[in-house]
């Protein structure tokens, strides 16, 4: 069964400097560009990955602006399995993902965390919360993009990581 997520893609300049983000923290393994996405659901092992993407094609809405302004570790620096850049959740971004939630809500439950836009940038194997916390003291660019399309990944699981998979990208209408 494939093992999917929605998610938005940063454009190039914007990798490039999620990639300058990289810093001193030992147990980091920072991630490539092509792995750099802001994931809005997870939907996991689905067997009808079919069904999945004509749900999709039925989100509407507007080009959405992103904003990723400060540096994180999830869950937090002292339990940290990630290194992130994150930022707020503005008014467009919110119903974007209300509509992805809604056209897939029989594919995965709705999450029961609040929503935070991220973007992963390291995973971590083991919490060194000192490197982790000077890592985040780096300045982090204010940095926006205009997502203009939702993708549909399809992760495959390997022993030196996920590999990502395009299945479908929906553009968001600029009327």
Do not use: C
């Amino acid at each position: 069964m494939p093992r999917l997520f929605v998610a938005l893609r940063p454009p190039p300049d914007v990798v490039e400097a999620l990639l300058a983000l990289r810093g001193e923290v030992p147990s980091a393994r920072w991630l490539p560009a092509d792995h750099l996405h802001l994931t809005l659901k997870f939907l996991g092992e689905v067997s009808d990955a079919e069904a999945v993407a004509a749900a999709l094609a039925s989100v509407g809405g507007k080009p959405v602006e992103v904003r990723l302004d400060r540096l994180g570790a999830f869950p937090s620096p002292a339990r940290a399995r990630v290194l992130v850049a994150h930022g707020p959740l503005g008014a467009e971004l919110g119903a974007l993902l209300a509509h992805v939630e809604e056209a897939l809500a029989m594919f995965a439950p709705a999450e029961a965390r609040p929503f935070r836009p991220h973007v992963t940038l390291a995973r971590l194997k083991t919490v060194e919360a000192p490197a982790i916390r000077r890592w985040q003291q780096t300045p982090a660019p204010d940095l926006r993009f205009v997502a203009d399309e939702v993708v549909l990944y399809e992760s495959r699981l390997h022993p030196k990581g996920a590999v990502y998979a395009v299945r479908a990208a929906y553009p968001l209408s600029s009327l």
